[in-house]
C-alpha cells in the first residue's frame, strides 16, 4: 500500500520553494533547478492524491444520494 501525501505538507513544501526563489538575490542555476524539479514533484503528487480526494468525494456523496 502506497503512504498518502499529506496535502498541507507538501503545499507547504511547495511554499518553502517559492520563499526560497524570493529571498535569492544572484540564484544559482544548479541549486535553482533541483528545487523546480522538487516542485514538480511535489505538484505530480498533490495533482494525484487530490484526484483521490475528489473520487473519495464522490463516493460518499453518490452512498448518501442512493439513501434517499
Not at 33 to 52: D, F, Q, S, T, Y
Not at 59 to 68: Q, V
Amino acid at each position: 500500500m502506497t503512504k498518502k501525501i499529506n496535502i498541507k505538507e507538501s503545499l507547504g513544501k511547495l511554499e518553502a520553494i517559492v520563499n526560497w526563489f524570493e529571498k535569492q538575490s544572484d540564484v544559482d542555476v544548479e541549486e535553482g533547478l533541483e528545487k523546480v524539479k522538487e516542485g514538480a514533484v511535489l505538484i505530480k503528487e498533490l495533482k494525484g492524491r487530490l484526484k483521490e480526494v475528489e473520487n473519495e468525494f464522490q463516493e460518499i456523496k453518490a452512498s448518501l444520494d442512493s439513501e434517499e
